[in-house]
């Protein structure tokens, strides 16, 4: 090999491993291990896993190429990226509809992942003081109702989460975190292998009995909302449908490959969910816990392990560091899009705009954090406000702009030029084309029908 082939396969490799951190940092996070869990145990298990794993590549993967792909042709943030991706394809302008939705949702998102990333900073600090020593259920269970009644004290830890939020966005440092996170990550892989393990070993009959919950086919238990839930899961977990990958795709080289980078992604994400389902179920199980427990699940089954295994104390210390880190990595790609926008559009600096957006966020978390004690009867259409936003995200906005970005890729943008920058041969290219114009919006739309029925 010449020095300059090897130079140019050097900045290849770095900068394709650079985009894939941030990408990964994006996508893995509280969805993973606080969210998917706690959705398979309320949705009945396999049905909806199963069906989240096929949207995850079926529907999920191709959306992330076209978010990647028309951001690489946009070079800017979503919004006007979509304005001018769909001008010199020569569309209307209104589909900068898709981007401004896109923020929206990633503004509201925020909101709550702030509180929930709360609740993993804090986590830290428990698990550290040795709380959970030779926990049962009952007792980590107790731990958790009284550290959500605690307002004040939730209310700090939102505060520190989003002030942190806030710091690595402002300063622009996120560059330092992913690098953080090069090792973090790692980490918080091999954590949840130890913890796998470790309850495939204390709670022998309950792992089979998690593992047939999680994978034997139980095709009775899907319905219109089980369905409708993984597809916005999907979405979700990817960080897609709200122009975040749009963004990060505008940084990307034209040299790589963006549906094997895609692959990897998708892999990463879906892997780091499974292992976290595998290593909560068994707990579930073997300790007589309710799996549609809800949002705390995680913290209600991980300190059991953390409490009674050998170096329980360090690892589950370790262990909320590592989740904290990862949410902190989708937090500020959460954050971006908002303080983008605010720049452009106002008169506001870098800094003034990311405070701007903060504090606004922040507080409409305040609302979210009560909904888990003294708001706990706000309701509206029967939800209280945290299930409010996470519906009005997951299931509409994210749907809805992933629909508008598919339609968008397969039927507005040239297809020869798709054929190209995807390097497909001839049938690749056939299955593509049948795939985002055809399958995925149909699929889409029929499932935003039928989710919406009100049987479900
Ligand atoms: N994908 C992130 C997670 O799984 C959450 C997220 C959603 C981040 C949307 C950015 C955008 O935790």
Redesign the pocket.
């Known amino acids: 090999m010449t020095t300059s082939t090897m130079k140019k396969s050097h900045s290849q490799w770095s900068s394709r491993m650079g985009f894939m951190l941030a990408a990964a940092g994006?996508?893995?996070?509280?969805?993973?291990i606080w969210?998917f869990p706690y959705m398979a145990g309320e949705m009945g298990g396999s049905a909806f896993v199963l069906t989240y794993l096929i949207f995850m590549f079926v529907i999920g993967l191709p959306i992330l190429v076209m978010e990647w792909l028309i951001g690489r042709r946009g070079q800017k943030n979503p919004i006007h990226t979509m304005e001018d991706v769909a001008a010199s394809e020569g569309r209307s302008r209104s589909w900068r509809w898709v981007g401004i939705i896109g923020v929206l949702?990633?503004f509201l998102?925020l909101s709550f992942?702030s509180v929930i990333g709360g609740w993993a900073t804090d986590y830290i600090f428990l698990a550290g003081k040795g709380v959970f020593l030779n926990a049962n259920g009952e007792i980590t269970g107790q731990i958790f109702t009284d550290f959500l009644g605690n307002v004040n004290h939730l209310l700090t830890w939102h505060t520190v989460f989003m002030a942190a939020t806030a710091f690595i966005v402002a300063m622009g440092v996120g560059a330092g975190l992913e690098r953080a996170c090069k090792v973090m990550m790692p980490g918080l892989g091999i954590l949840l292998l130890i913890l796998v393990a470790y309850a495939a070993y204390v709670s022998g009959p309950a792992f089979g009995e998690s593992f047939k919950f999680l994978f034997t086919p139980n095709w009775s238990a899907i319905n219109g909302t089980a369905v409708l839930a993984a597809l916005g899961h999907a979405f979700?977990?990817?960080?897609?449908g709200?122009g975040?990958m749009m963004a990060y795709g505008s940084y990307l080289g034209k040299d790589v490959n963006l549906l094997s980078t895609a692959r990897t992604v998708v892999i990463l994400?879906v892997l780091v969910a499974m292992l976290s389902g595998l290593a909560i179920f068994p707990l579930v199980f073997a300790n007589g816990l309710q799996p549609g427990s809800g949002p705390g699940l995680i913290f209600v089954t991980l300190p059991i392990a953390f409490g009674n295994m050998a170096g329980g104390t360090i690892l589950g210390v370790l262990f909320f560091i590592f989740l904290t880190f990862?949410?902190l990595t989708?937090?500020i790609?959460?954050l971006e899009p908002t303080v983008e926008l605010l720049e452009e559009k106002t008169p506001l600096g870098r800094k003034a705009a990311t405070i701007v957006s903060s504090v606004i966020i922040w507080a409409l978390g305040i609302a979210c954090l009560l909904a888990f004690n003294e708001w706990a009867d706000v309701k509206l259409f029967n939800k209280n406000i945290f299930d409010l936003l996470d519906y009005l995200t997951s299931k509409i906005m994210l749907p809805v702009t992933g629909l508008g970005t598919i339609l968008f890729g397969g039927w507005m943008m040239k297809q020869t030029l798709i054929k190209q920058e995807l390097n497909l041969s001839p049938t690749w290219f056939t299955v593509w084309t049948f795939l985002t114009r055809f399958i995925i919006p149909i699929a889409v739309i029929l499932i935003l029908v039928y989710g919406f029925m009100p049987e479900n």
């Open positions: 994006s996508a893995v996070g509280l969805g993973n969210k949702g990633s998102i992942y979700f977990s990817l960080s897609l709200m975040i994400d990862a949410a989708s937090s790609s959460l």
